[in-house]
């Protein structure tokens, strides 16, 4: 919780500006002052996270206020503040529902402060057990995190199983986009350490000068700008799993520190002489073949084969068949859904040439692919023409459609021909081929002009 709503229902002016501008300090509160229960009630709709209430009001007291706030949301945590020291009236309040009873006098301000303070916390350590208790309850089910049907998925379904019913390290390769990551958070959430953190880490994302201190902590005074103590990755993972990601990138000095902390179980922070003891599963992932790095120097053997454990290398979504059209599906209605669209097909045109694109950005690739294509669609049907590649590695007329060679010519005079402004001299002498079978393959529209 960052900002956090307050109102303030005070009808003495100079008061309720005493506890505003008191509150104000804090920047994270924004305040609204009223001076009735009748402003506080017609402004609920804005959903304020505290209320505080003077308990004599000039149009309702206290107590009507504050069920009256109740019928429209029984959550919202009310302060009351009154003159009165009755003991009674305060178990009253109690009762109704209020958070706290405050009693008025040269002190006041500052027990609101501390009142507030109280509940914020516990108001953000409700929405932590509420965010873990919706990230338990998430299905980590294959068939709804890994969506396919291909075989080549289901012999990584296999060695999920086997992940997921062991502690073994877990070693995760594939092609940028592949969905490492989602493979990392369902063999954890579907693991006996489920209800611990699962900690990720992108290795690539770090500065190198800054990766000890984000993995084993620092304390404070360790180094310029190290305030206070920080906690670090492995810490925070405790009990559950790690997930390094782009394992490869980090350089041979932090990898015999990582080779360190998994022999024996146990990191020092940056600055620090404590010994932590440390309880966690890992699973690294990488795009890049480790066992080159291994045989080029790049990466240490002795924590290759300390990682390594069961290895699970994830298909590219070339490689897999129907799951393009399945997962397409998928993403078009997760992207009506969201974006409150009705539901969108597909043409058959658009189908065959989903199908026949190479992916060279793999599943992360056809999901922006689709996005876009649900933007551009006319709102019920993607067509082959709202389906626009972007890849950075090469032309699109080069993909795994099985074609003759006839029509792969074809294809090489295409491009040449849209590169060379349709310039046929310029292309046949490029090719190395007569200009008469370029001006023939236009003629019989084998190939289009755009001319």
């Given at each position: 919780?960052?900002?956090?709503?307050?109102?303030?229902?005070?009808?003495?002016?100079?008061?309720?500006?005493?506890?505003?501008?008191?509150?104000?300090?804090?920047?994270?509160?924004?305040?609204?002052?009223?001076?009735t229960g009748k402003e506080c009630l017609n402004n609920l709709h804005t959903k304020p996270d505290i209320i505080s209430i003077d308990f004599g009001l000039p149009d309702m007291t206290g107590d009507t206020l504050l069920k009256k706030i109740h019928e429209v949301n029984k959550n919202i945590p009310v302060i009351v503040i009154s003159g009165q020291e009755d003991i009674s009236v305060a178990v009253n309040f109690l009762k109704a529902g209020a958070k706290d009873y405050i009693i008025k006098d040269e002190h006041t301000k500052d027990m609101l402060w501390n009142s507030i303070l109280k509940i914020r916390e516990n108001l953000e350590l409700k929405q932590e057990v509420e965010e873990l208790k919706e990230q338990l309850e998430q299905k980590f089910s294959f068939e709804k995190t890994i969506i396919g049907q291909s075989d080549a998925l289901k012999k990584t379904f296999g060695l999920i199983e086997k992940a997921i019913t062991s502690n073994i390290n877990v070693s995760i390769t594939g092609e940028?986009?592949?969905?490492?990551?989602?493979?990392?958070?369902?063999?954890?959430y579907?693991?006996?350490?489920?209800?611990?953190?699962?900690?990720?880490?992108?290795?690539?994302?770090?500065?190198?000068?800054?990766?000890?201190?984000?993995?084993?902590?620092?304390?404070?005074?360790?180094?310029?700008?190290?305030?206070?103590?920080?906690?670090?990755?492995?810490?925070?993972?405790?009990?559950?799993?790690?997930?390094?990601?782009?394992?490869?990138e980090l350089d041979l000095s932090l990898q015999s520190k990582i080779l360190?902390?998994?022999?024996?179980?146990?990191?020092?922070?940056?600055?620090g002489n404590e010994v932590v003891k440390i309880n966690v599963r890992l699973i690294t992932a990488t795009?890049?073949?480790?066992?080159?790095?291994?045989?080029?120097?790049?990466?240490?053997?002795?924590?290759?084969?300390?990682?390594i454990g069961l290895p699970i290398e994830l298909p590219p979504l070339r490689h897999r068949g129907n799951d393009t059209l399945i997962l397409a599906k998928h993403f078009a209605d997760e992207f009506a859904r969201d974006n409150k669209m009705k539901p969108i097909c597909f043409s058959s045109s658009a189908k065959d040439k989903l199908q026949k694109y190479n992916y060279p950005g793999n599943v992360r690739e056809l999901k922006s692919v689709i996005d876009l294509a649900c933007v551009m669609c006319n709102g019920t049907e993607i067509t082959a023409d709202d389906i626009r590649f972007n890849s950075i590695k090469g032309d699109e007329a080069f993909t795994t459609e099985e074609k003759t060679l006839k029509e792969y010519t074809n294809d090489i005079i295409k491009f040449f021909l849209k590169k060379y402004n349709q310039d046929v001299l310029e292309v046949a002498k490029r090719l190395d081929i007569g200009k008469s079978t370029i001006y023939n393959l236009l003629q019989k529209k084998e190939i289009p002009s755009d001319n």
């Open positions: 919780m960052s900002t956090v709503k307050i109102f303030l229902i005070e009808d003495d002016p100079w008061i309720g500006e005493l506890y505003k501008h008191h509150l104000s300090l804090n920047p994270d509160y924004q305040i609204s002052l009223y001076k940028t986009g592949t969905g490492k990551e989602v493979i990392a958070k369902a063999i954890h579907n693991s006996d350490k489920k209800k611990k953190p699962f900690v990720a880490v992108n290795m690539a994302a770090i500065p190198t000068e800054l990766i000890e201190s984000e993995l084993f902590g620092h304390e404070k005074g360790a180094f310029t700008g190290a305030a206070n103590r920080k906690i670090g990755k492995f810490e925070e993972a405790s009990g559950g799993t790690i997930f390094l990601d782009e394992i490869a360190r902390v998994l022999q024996e179980r146990e990191i020092v922070r940056v600055g795009h890049k073949n480790l066992a080159e790095e291994v045989k080029k120097g790049k990466f240490r053997e002795d924590l290759f084969y300390r990682i």
